[in-house]
């Protein structure tokens, strides 16, 4: 079964960067696509990125440029390098496996979340 451990997380002054990880402990997500939501009190959870087994790549336009999704098959985990973060960035972080596609609906596995806290 998949399971998905985020870790990362945490505060950075807006310009700054962090990188954000999530495992699969199950061992069961190797051939699925991953991706990142992110989700702010009273908003419903906004795709990030996505990147395919092959490696394909899709990111939302309010992060094109800064962030950076990746994904070692090897070790079962997908990656969110983040970049010249703004306080607009900050959020509770989700890994999601599973699924394609920028809708939350659309994807079968979650993990539990991760903070980051961008101050200005």
């Known amino acids: 079964q998949v399971q998905l451990v985020e870790s990362g997380g945490g505060l950075v002054q807006a310009g700054g960067s962090l990188r954000l990880s999530c495992a699969d402990s199950g061992r069961t997500a190797s051939n699925n696509a991953m991706a990142w939501f992110r989700q702010t009190p009273g908003k419903e959870r906004e795709f990030v990125a996505v990147?395919?087994?092959?490696?394909?790549?899709g990111y939302a336009d309010s992060v094109k440029g800064r962030f950076s999704i990746s994904r070692d098959n090897a070790k079962i985990t997908v990656y969110l390098q983040m970049s010249s973060l703004k306080p607009e960035d900050t959020a509770v972080y989700y890994c999601?496996?599973?699924?394609w596609g920028t809708g939350e609906s659309n994807w079968h596995f979650w993990g539990q979340g991760t903070q980051v806290t961008v101050s200005s």
């Open positions: 990147i395919s087994w092959s490696g394909i790549t």
């Open positions: 999601a496996a599973g699924g």
